[in-house]
Each structure stands twice: as structure tokens, then as C-alpha cells.
């Protein structure tokens, strides 16, 4: 029996109600302590009294102790234990248990202790052994971080990244992110790089010894007056042609409108670099911190909305251009790119490069696949299901979890994260001098003059108030 029940009702406490049972031990009974407390303050002596003719004797319950106080004496002067107790004198205690221990402690990473012990209602934690940490200890770090050379893979145990050696990632073999170390600990320049004469890498292709390259494996053209050099030959602007794109076209569109937007669903891509397309960032609570996050049942990992909530609420620490210089405890902060375009972008291997130290963590639809320092090659297969877009009276929670999720784990304040770019497959080696998609520079090809205005209003001048466009002769784009 209840005598008192308001859960799922808050309080001004913040709590969602206390459920107060007949049998339940008076020491964690909070409501029934408050109501006895205030008839005991407020009651007049000498108010209440038994009737002469009524005889009333206490019950006595001396032989048991009292129940021990873990029980009420009855007018039969036996012990009617609260709940979690039995026996004569109600000293047999029987607990109910509650684990946040976690599959035991991620494998015995830990050792899974009581915590508290309130009435018979027993709370369990972890312990985690020295090199673990975590709510349930399945988090773990390397000595000195592996020199932000590696990935910690186990505890005390590096994985470097392609040219760097040693238990700790300390060899540098010099490749500069281009190549990998030898047995020697000298550098195997990748393709499209060569060995320089300090023992690095630097770029090669068929005329590094005449023109110079432009990229890995890109040769450079003799001279592109109104184009772009890609893999030596000269792709001329829109309204330009010949070999070194000097020569004007004779008919182009003289007037012409035309508006183009970009945002995360945009497609097709107008950026090669998908990151231009990203989020804001956004707070989560990072993996195994908070109380709830997962559950074992029957051996499969039952994840809750609290690691995934969109948003916890917590302030981000950014910089002037964006990105995040700190976390707090607990904290990951996460973006996305390439969402909702149902299957209208590429897949392949995208190219993720990045400044700083910090730990870059990628899901969704994209999983990492190769490491190097301030280098992530991640395989990107874009997924549309029907239920979450086309059957909206079928849809799931999380069921249109796709594109890339970028989530920051790890932020070293003093050398923050920052740069980030995503290349799509087959542009890292020309992205830095070819910006824009080749889709998107098509669409241009028949308009003279193009603008670019920003959506959040940071062009404030109207177009009205816009200069004349310059000539093409002069700049042939006018941002």
C-alpha cells in the first residue's frame, strides 16, 4: 500500500515525485519524516486523550529487540518488518540493487563496489584500475599522450601515425605527413612525393625539374592567363578559351540572374571542401559520463537519448573563426555536413586535414579508415532510408542519422584544433588553387558576372547600392 504517490509530478526541488510505502524504513521515508515532524511540532498537550473507559496497552515487541528499528511492533507484539528486512527481530536484511557498473566495469577494467547503502537500497560504482577512467572505466589513456604523434588504442599503448616510430610515438622520421617510416626510421615518400635532399618529402610529377609542380603528382603549365593548370594543361575560365586561356569568347550572356545558396543539404556540392557546408557546432555530453547513457540486456548495448540529446546546454569556447579552443568536463561538441542529401553525394574516401592537437572522432555514414598527424582518411558511404523520407508516419527516432558526424572529443587549449577541411575523393592534390566543384563552376559558364552575398547579412551594403561590376578583362568574377 502507498500513502504517499506523486510521481511524474515535479517539485519545486527539482524532483520528479517520491513514491512513500507503508512497509517502507522510516530513515529514507522523507515525506512521512516531514508530515510526523509537523503534527508533533503543532500538536497541544493534553488535546488528544484515550476515553477513561477504554484500557489501551502498547504493543511490546522488548523480546525482539524492538524490531531492531527496521520494522513496527503490532498490537499482537510481533515485528512487521519494513520492506528489505525479515525475520523475528527484523534483522535479516535483503537488499535491492542498483548497478551502474556496466557490463562489470567494461571487462573487469575496474572493480564494481558499493557506493551507498540507503535503507535496504544498495547503489553500485566502479573502481577503475589506475589506467582507466570512465563512468564504467571503459576510457583509457597513454603515457605522455603518444606524443599527439598516435592514436591511444589500450592502455599505455600507442598506435603512431604513418611516419612517426617508438613506444610513445617519439621517432620523427621526417616525412613531413607525406610517407612512412622505413626499419631505419628514414622516410618512404607516398606517391606524388619525392625524397628532398634534407631527407623529407617533396612534391614530384613530369616536370618538377622544368616548370615546377602545383600539387603531388600535378604538373604545372607554362602559363594560364584566364584559367586553371590542372595535371598540365590549362582549364580556362567561363568565358575564356584557348591553350593558355588568353582568348576571349565572342557570346556570353550580357544580363542574367541567377541565385545559388549554400548550406549543409546542399547539392550538388558547391565546395570541394564539405566542412565549408558544415553545422555550427553544437554541446553533447562526450561517451560514458553521464549516469544512464547505456545499459547491458542481454548483451546488447541499449543506448539511450542522453549521449545522443541535441544540445545539453553547455557554453562553447570558440575563436574569432569558429572553432572550439576548449572543453569543459564531460563535453564533446559535434557538426555535421552532407545531411538529408539522400544519396546525392559522392562516396569514396574523403580527405579530412586539420591543425592543432586535439582528438577528432567521425560518424554517421563516415568511418575513419587511416591516420596520419593532422590527417584523417575517412570512407564515406552516403545512406537514404524510405521510412525517414518518404513514410513519415513510419519514422524512428534517429532513423535519419546521416552524412558525416564531426565530433571533437579533445582539445588541447594551448594548440587548439583549427583548419579543418573535408576533401572529396579525387581533389586533395588540386584543392588548395581549384576551390569550387567542377558542378558548380558549370553552372556558372554562361554568365558573365557573379556575385557572392552572405545569407547572415555580413555584406550589409544593398544591391542597389553595389558597385558596377569590374570587366571581364580586368576579373572575371566579382565577389
Not at 139 to 144: A, D, G, L, P, Q
Amino acid at each position: 500500500m502507498v500513502y504517499f504517490a506523486s510521481c511524474g509530478v515535479p517539485s519545486k526541488y527539482g524532483s520528479w515525485g517520491l513514491i512513500e510505502a507503508l512497509d517502507q524504513p522510516r530513515e529514507n521515508a522523507y515525506k512521512y519524516q516531514a508530515v510526523m515532524n509537523f503534527l508533533n511540532s503543532s500538536a497541544r498537550p493534553g488535546y488528544c486523550h484515550a476515553p477513561e473507559d477504554v484500557n489501551y496497552e502498547a504493543p511490546d515487541c522488548a523480546s525482539a529487540d524492538e524490531c531492531s528499528g527496521k520494522g513496527l511492533c503490532g498490537l499482537d507484539d510481533q515485528c512487521y518488518c519494513y520492506r528489505g528486512y525479515s525475520g523475528t527481530s527484523c534483522l535479516d536484511a535483503s537488499y535491492t540493487d542498483y548497478s551502474a557498473c556496466g557490463y562489470r566495469c567494461t571487462f573487469d577494467q575496474g572493480i564494481c563496489e558499493v557506493s551507498a547503502v540507503i535503507g535496504n537500497l544498495r547503489s553500485w560504482h566502479c573502481n577503475c584500475r589506475a589506467e582507466y577512467h570512465g563512468g564504467t572505466c571503459s576510457k583509457f589513456s597513454c603515457s605522455n599522450g603518444c606524443n599527439q604523434r598516435g592514436h591511444c588504442i589500450a592502455a599505455n599503448v600507442c598506435s603512431c601515425f604513418r611516419g612517426f616510430r617508438g613506444g610513445e610515438c617519439e621517432i620523427d622520421c621526417g616525412c613531413g605527413h607525406h610517407g612512412q617510416c622505413d626499419a631505419n626510421n628514414e622516410c618512404i615518400c607516398d606517391q606524388g612525393w619525392r625524397k628532398s635532399a634534407n631527407g623529407g618529402c617533396e612534391w614530384d610529377c613530369s616536370t618538377v625539374d622544368s616548370l615546377g609542380c602545383i600539387g603531388p603528382g600535378e604538373s604545372a603549365c607554362a602559363g594560364c592567363t584566364y584559367g586553371t593548370c590542372v595535371a598540365g594543361a590549362c582549364q580556362c575560365w567561363a568565358g575564356y578559351h584557348g591553350a593558355s586561356c588568353a582568348s576571349r569568347n565572342a557570346s556570353l550572356l550580357a544580363h542574367g540572374e541567377a541565385a545559388f545558396g549554400i548550406n549543409v543539404a546542399l547539392t550538388p556540392s558547391t565546395f570541394v571542401d564539405v566542412m565549408k557546408t558544415s553545422r555550427r557546432w553544437t554541446s553533447i555530453w562526450d561517451a560514458d559520463t553521464q549516469p544512464g547513457q547505456f545499459s547491458y540486456q542481454s548483451g546488447t548495448v541499449m543506448w539511450s537519448s542522453r549521449q545522443y540529446e541535441w544540445g545539453n546546454g553547455q557554453a562553447i569556447t570558440q575563436d574569432a573563426d569558429g572553432y572550439v579552443t576548449s572543453l569543459e568536463k564531460d563535453q564533446s561538441v559535434i557538426t555535421l555536413t552532407l545531411r538529408d542529401v539522400c544519396l546525392h553525394a559522392p562516396k569514396g574516401r574523403y580527405v579530412v586535414t586539420y591543425d592543432g592537437d586535439g582528438e577528432l572522432d567521425f560518424g554517421f555514414d563516415a568511418v575513419p579508415a587511416a591516420f596520419q598527424k593532422g590527417r584523417i582518411d575517412v570512407d564515406f558511404t552516403p545512406t537514404c532510408r524510405r521510412e525517414c523520407w518518404f513514410d513519415k508516419a513510419g519514422w524512428l527516432a534517429y532513423c535519419s542519422d546521416n552524412g558525416i558526424g564531426i565530433t571533437i572529443r579533445r582539445v588541447n587549449p594551448a594548440n587548439p584544433l583549427r583548419n579543418i577541411q573535408i576533401i572529396m575523393p579525387g581533389f586533395f592534390a588540386t584543392h588548395e588553387h581549384e576551390p569550387f566543384h567542377p558542378w558548380f563552376l558549370k553552372n556558372l559558364e554562361r554568365f558573365s558576372t557573379v556575385r557572392f552575398m552572405d545569407w547572415t547579412h555580413a555584406n550589409s551594403e544593398s544591391w542597389q547600392s553595389e558597385g558596377a561590376p569590374r570587366t571581364n578583362r580586368s576579373e572575371p568574377c566579382d565577389p
